[in-house]
């Protein structure tokens, strides 16, 4: 039976599916929350995120992904030291001059 798409029909399908394959603590703010996760984890834009996610304002978005943000930071960092790393050999491909 066909009925019209609205936020009611959707979770209770979602549901259906969800016991189907033995899910029973998920909701659906569960799917937004992930899908808005692997979107910066890919580095997406917060802008991007922001209007997918239909938030008012990219501040709303960056409040509660912060974690997601502080994670990628933590990565940025490693690829930076990586290229300072003594037992790599990256001075002469970067055409790093040292001092002194």
Do not use: C, W
Not at 37 to 53: I, N, S
Not at 72 to 77: H, L, P
Request: proline residues 3%.
């Amino acid at each position: 039976m066909n009925t019209p798409l609205d936020s009611s029909n959707v979770l209770q399908e979602l549901k259906k599916v969800y016991a189907s394959i033995g899910i029973t603590d998920k909701t659906f703010h569960d799917l937004r929350h992930t899908y808005a996760t692997r979107l910066f984890e890919l580095g997406e834009p917060a802008k991007t995120v922001q209007e997918l996610l239909g938030h008012s304002n990219v501040s709303q978005t960056l409040g509660t992904y912060t974690h997601v943000l502080e994670q990628q930071k933590k990565q940025t960092a490693t690829l930076i030291d990586s290229i300072y790393d003594e037992d790599n050999d990256n001075d002469r491909k970067l055409n790093i001059i040292p001092f002194g």
